[in-house]
């Protein structure tokens, strides 16, 4: 209850009127034509929607306008969910839109949701009952239209990253009411005909009404009764159809689909070239060891034939009746040769023979002891003067003769080598060449 006595300002009348609208109307689906369409700069729309008796103000945002699947114009009848509002700043009564259909898509919406959820209850979509598809196609069928942007889409992929793989096309209306009995046809005769191992269902992107060929229930229960595995590719990628939920596998574009089914050439070829040469190599290598194998027996053969055989023992034969004869004669040669390196030892062994040997060898020794001590000797002498006149170079005398003398502390005997280990006063010994002076010291001077 608002005070009567209270007097409102206009801001305030219309802030309050704002929010009992808002806070009265939840969200509401409300239907009619645009009329008075605008599109400022900003991205948002401003329109009139009317009936043949009345008509309100709305305004829908940039945001959800980006969502909507159609350009709105003046003159179409469409669906909306909006919020009741009030625009405060010139006291309009308006709607804030958050979604928009054409009006025919409302009960399309409710159908689809409906056949959606029965579908669902009945397991067609459950992933035990998806197929798998083949690692490498064979032949790839496609049912779609034959003048559509899809086939264009999907045989320019092939084309770029497998144009090897075979492609047969089931040409079929994609929109309209003959649409679902063409793709399920289509989809039949593949099956019957089994020239290709997967299919992909496929057209470009549309309003719902466009797509609801794919959203009919027998073109659902045809997809999932098919042997053959099949890739939906229906519509952009925001775009989701019945058939999408059944099929084996979902591909968001038609280029989406022919990516997923076609291996990467390059990729390929080079897989194939690797294995190639794996294959070569163990060829080869198999080839070589069967070759050995085969020289092996080969001599293993030779060896066992009766006539080599034969050869052999004949051969051997020989060799004993050789060595036969030759005994006696080799028996008395190894006698003599026994006979003369006993003879050899015995006469090297006679002690005669052993004393003038040694009697040489002390006369030899005796004749060049004297010289090889008088060598040593010499060398000696030499190598005592070479000291003896090191010594005297490095000797304290030699230097102290030169007129050089040597400073010690008298307390300690310590060599004076600074004048900063003396102090006035201090008592020295000075060494020199034939005697030794003790003074003390009265001045230092040190050098600057």
């Not at 009127?17 to 009329?35: A, K, W």
């Not at 900003?42 to 309100?56: C, E, M, N, P, R």
Request: glycine share 4%; net charge neutral; charged share 25%.
């Amino acid at each position: 209850m608002h005070d009567n006595n209270h007097i409102y300002s206009v801001s305030e009348l219309c802030r309050e009127t704002r929010l009992l609208l808002e806070g009265t109307f939840l969200t509401l689906s409300i239907e009619g034509e645009i009329s008075n369409l605008s599109r400022p700069a900003s991205g948002h729309i401003y329109f009139t929607l009317k009936d043949d008796k009345a008509q309100v103000q709305c305004a829908m945002f940039r945001t959800p306008l980006r969502k909507v699947g159609f350009k709105p114009d003046n003159g179409t009848r469409v669906m909306l969910n909006a919020r009741v509002s009030l625009y405060e700043a010139r006291g309009n009564f308006q709607l804030i839109v958050e979604q928009m259909e054409t009006a025919g898509e409302g009960a399309l919406r409710q159908q689809y949701e409906a056949l959606k959820q029965k579908l669902s209850n009945e397991g067609l979509y459950d992933e035990v009952h998806k197929k798998q598809l083949p690692e490498l196609a064979k032949k790839l069928g496609v049912i779609t239209s034959s003048s559509g942007a899809a086939i264009h889409d999907i045989l320019t992929v092939l084309n770029s990253r497998f144009p090897s793989l075979p492609v047969l096309i089931y040409p079929v209306t994609v929109q309209g009411e003959r649409a679902k009995h063409e793709i399920v046809d289509a989809i039949e005769l593949a099956n019957k005909r089994e020239d290709c191992d997967v299919l992909i269902l496929a057209r470009g992107g549309g309003s719902l009404e466009d797509l609801w060929a794919f959203n009919e229930e027998i073109v659902a229960r045809a997809i999932y009764n098919s042997t053959l595995p099949i890739i939906s590719a229906i519509g952009h990628e925001v775009d989701f159809t019945i058939a999408d939920f059944v099929a084996d596998y979902r591909a968001p574009t038609p280029s989406a689909a022919a990516e997923c089914i076609s291996p990467d050439q390059h990729q390929w070829l080079s897989h194939l070239n690797y294995l190639a040469k794996q294959l070569s190599t163990a060829i080869y290598r198999d080839l070589s060891d069967k070759n050995q194998q085969l020289t092996q027996y080969h001599h293993r053969l030779k060896r066992a034939h009766p006539g080599m055989q034969l050869q052999m023992h004949a051969q051997r034969l020989d060799d004993y009746q050789l060595r036969l004869l030759q005994t006696p004669k080799q028996i008395l040669q190894q006698h003599q040769l026994r006979f003369a390196e006993l003879k050899s030892r015995l006469v090297n062994s006679n002690p005669i023979q052993r004393t003038h040997t040694l009697q040489q060898r002390l006369s030899f020794f005796q004749q060049r002891l004297p010289l090889l001590i008088e060598h040593q000797l010499q060398r000696a002498r030499i190598r005592f003067t070479d000291c003896n006149r090191g010594l005297e170079t490095l000797s304290p005398l030699a230097t102290l003769s030169r007129g050089y003398s040597i400073s010690k502390r008298d307390s300690d005997g310590t060599i004076i080598k600074s004048t900063q280990h003396l102090r006035l006063g201090d008592k020295i010994n000075v060494q020199l060449i034939d005697g030794t002076l003790t003074t003390s010291i009265e001045a230092i001077n040190e050098n600057s």
